[in-house]
């Protein structure tokens, strides 16, 4: 999920997440929802501020892992 990309379960659950089921990706999003990392809004899930900048304090991480 890109820092301002906007995704439903639909969405996130087939092209993202491989071989994991529904219910896994269901309790995943919870976990990451009570950790304040995303948030939900009418039109699907969204990283919130710290959702955000954990991904920018983990840039240079993925990149070295490449």
Do not use: H
């Not at 906007?6 to 990706?25: E, H, I, K, N, Q």
């Amino acid at each position: 999920m890109a820092v301002d990309d906007r995704a439903t379960f639909g969405r996130v659950a087939p092209g993202r997440c491989g071989d994991m089921s529904s219910s896994v990706l269901s309790w995943r999003l919870r976990e990451l929802s009570d950790a304040s990392i995303v948030g939900r809004e009418s039109d699907g899930y969204v990283l919130t501020p710290m959702g955000q900048a954990l991904v920018v304090a983990l840039g240079p991480v993925l990149e070295w892992s490449k």
